[in-house]
């Protein structure tokens, strides 16, 4: 079955720790994406991709880092720079990185802080 | 004021009702319209996809799109309790890498 995997599905931080996210997709998608999902608001764009070693920053990228060195792979790195990291994290990829191309999510990481 | 606006809800209506979820927006610019439906604890998964305005049906669900009032509707004939649960509306332009999202409305069916 084709879809997005991430993991842990839960993830605690300590204070001024490194995490990272893992999103896995076999889809065959060139874009993909990380989106943090506070309660009450909409999804909000942390990083994204369109091609192996290439990522732009979105709306909210401080405090956290990305890496593309496979096609299928792009993890999410929450620094501790992050201050309020505690929230639901969503992985999406679509086949394109146009707005008009439908993005397709993994089941998220919820992250919380120790 | 921001881009998308949802009403949060909760919406509560009992089984069979027809559910009207809506939302507005004020950048004219928007091309694509989604909605997506999210279970508790999951990602958000594509439902219905329109292109400028007018309508689109699948199964139970209608997409209805006003651009003229800069609203958007989802339609859930039938209601079952199973489509409790939150959706999300999100909207593109026609070249722009960034999907703007609606906070979402959580809907839930009395059985």
């Known amino acids: 079955d084709g879809g997005i995997t991430q993991s842990p599905k839960y993830l605690f931080r300590k204070e001024g720790q490194n995490v990272t996210l893992s999103c896995e997709q076999n889809?065959?998608?060139?874009?993909m994406y990380w989106y943090r999902q506070d309660p009450g608001q909409g999804l909000r764009l942390i990083y994204y991709s369109q091609i192996v070693n290439d990522f732009q920053k979105g709306d909210i990228a401080e405090g956290y880092s990305v890496s593309r060195e496979k096609k299928e792979s792009f993890p999410l790195t929450v620094t501790s720079a992050q201050k309020n990291p505690t929230a639901f994290y969503l992985c999406?990829?679509?086949?394109?990185?146009?707005?008009?191309?439908?993005?397709?999510f993994g089941d998220g990481t919820r992250l919380s802080i120790l | 004021q921001k881009e998308v606006e949802q009403d949060p809800g909760p919406l509560s209506v009992p089984e069979g009702a027809i559910v009207s979820l809506n939302c507005t927006y004020s950048?004219?610019?928007?091309?694509?319209f989604m909605w997506y439906r999210q279970y508790s604890r999951k990602g958000p998964e594509l439902l219905m996809y329109t292109y400028s305005s007018g309508n689109k049906e699948d199964g139970r669900f209608t997409a209805q799109v006003d651009k003229s009032s800069k609203y958007i509707s989802l339609f859930i004939r039938d209601s079952q309790p199973s489509d409790s649960a939150t959706y999300l509306c999100a909207m593109a332009m026609d070249s722009n890498y960034q999907l703007i999202w609606g906070a979402g409305t959580k809907l839930i069916i009395k059985p």
């Open positions: 889809l065959n998608h060139d874009a």
């Open positions: 999406a990829s679509s086949t394109g990185v146009l707005g008009n191309q439908p993005q397709h």
């Open positions: 950048n004219s610019a928007f091309q694509y």
